[in-house]
């Protein structure tokens, strides 16, 4: 995995749903990381969720709060099981297209 795009807490994007009858809006983005796995003195994060909220427009229905969960998918860390979110991976809702993304640029390097 030398030279991946290695995602840090702080670097996951909530996008809410665009929606005609009210405004998804989201909630605290909660991270899982490594305790001592550290990109620049951040912790590395292998999962990440966020609950997103339904604001209905006047006389329209609520709908359900929905919480979106990314977790690390096939990135394994080189000679390990340690699996890492990295760059663009993303994990989109099933109430709506809530979605949770990766913007990263930190490089993971082997020593």
Not at 48 to 66: D, H, L, Q, R, V
């Amino acid at each position: 995995m030398s030279g991946k795009e290695v995602a840090v807490i702080g670097e996951v994007t909530p996008i809410p749903a665009k929606d005609p009858t009210g405004t998804w809006v989201p909630d605290l983005i909660i991270y899982e990381a490594y305790d001592h796995l550290t990109i620049g003195g951040q912790p590395v994060i292998y999962r990440a969720s966020c609950n997103f909220i339904f604001t209905p427009n006047p006389n329209m229905t609520g709908k359900p709060a929905e919480t979106v969960i990314l977790s690390a998918g096939a990135s394994v860390l080189q000679g390990g099981q340690t699996r890492v979110l990295v760059n663009n991976d993303s994990a989109t809702g099933t109430v709506a297209t809530n979605e949770l993304r990766v913007k990263t640029s930190n490089k993971l390097r082997s020593a």
